[in-house]
């Protein structure tokens, strides 16, 4: 009886500090629930895209090499247009304009056809070659300039080839370069009915260039 009668105040006791701290207990274990559905009611992680961006500053005319550029994951919100996916880094390619570090690399970064993105219709990407290789140092990316050949022996008067041509890229001068041929390249943006007096004055005259208006 001694043990039946000192189960049943046990529970009589217990019973009270439940009653007691009900809401305690109630709140405990609300806190607990939410804490273990917090894994499940957390959204997942945004969706990303592996992208090339550089390692380091690289400056304008830069051939690309192991070591320039690293991947990157970028969200859809940030990654530019024609960014260059990871796995397959464009080296030997040269850049049109400089990258900071970490900026992505896109497709108009690179001397290439792609350059003529966004100049008007018709119009293409072109090397040529200025006579003056002073001249091209002073030229820059974004520069708009009118295209003369001249008679070096002043034979014939000077002539427009183009007018309004935009300056895409202005590469590095290479040691193979240097004293082969007079002058140095630079990418314009023609349009397609100049290119043939362009290119075809490159090699036969001496081309250089004003500052346009346009």
Known sequence: MDLLGTLARTRATLRRHLLRHRRLLAALLLAGAAASSLPVLAPPDPPTAAVLVAARDLPAGRVLAPGDLTSAPLPPGVLPAGAVPAGSPPLGRALAAPLRRGEPLTDVRLVGPGLATGQPSGAVAVP??????????????????????????????????????????????SAAEDGALPGRLVVVALRSSDVYHVTAASVASYVTYTWSRS
């Open 128 to 173: 040529i070659r200025l006579a003056d290789a002073g001249q091209v140092a002073l030229l820059a990316a974004g520069d708009v300039l009118d295209l003369l050949a001249i008679d070096p022996r002043g034979a014939a008067p000077s002539r427009v080839l183009a007018r309004a041509a935009v300056v895409l890229a202005v590469p590095a001068a």
